[in-house]
């Protein structure tokens, strides 16, 4: 039980210190184990990852933030995806969210197209 305190402790002042607190560690965490759930909208991963890079990186701005999010969002997506959002120059996440949006409806009208001519 003391050696629980005295690590609370230590951690405590090392974060005062460094600026890196166990809560924000943990988020980081989340942050980095976070994937896209099948069937999930491209807003709900982003508004997720934007509000969990707040938390894990509280010290930065909100550009480098944004930044960190959008790489976390290129883990998610497909590598097809990934290279549509990069070849369009997309600098925030919300620029990504509005290309990936625009072809995965392009890529849903296709399969409906698809099912109606196979049927």
């Excluded at 405590?12 to 988020?27: A, C, D, I, N, P």
């Excluded at 976070?34 to 982003?46: A, F, L, T």
Aim: a neutral charge.
């Amino acid at each position: 039980m003391t050696r629980n305190l005295a690590t609370e402790a230590l951690l405590g002042k090392l974060g005062k210190r460094f600026g890196v607190t166990l809560e924000q560690t943990r988020w980081v965490s989340r942050f980095e184990a976070r994937k896209r759930h099948p069937g999930e909208s491209i807003d709900g991963d982003e508004d997720s990852l934007r509000q969990m890079a707040q938390k894990a990186f509280s010290s930065l701005g909100t550009v480098a933030q944004d930044a960190i999010a959008l790489n976390q969002l290129y883990k998610a997506i497909s590598l097809e995806m990934k290279y549509r959002c990069m070849d369009t120059e997309c600098k925030l996440v919300a620029e990504a969210d509005d290309v990936i949006e625009r072809y995965e409806a392009v890529m849903w009208i296709i399969m409906q197209r698809n099912k109606l001519s196979e049927a």
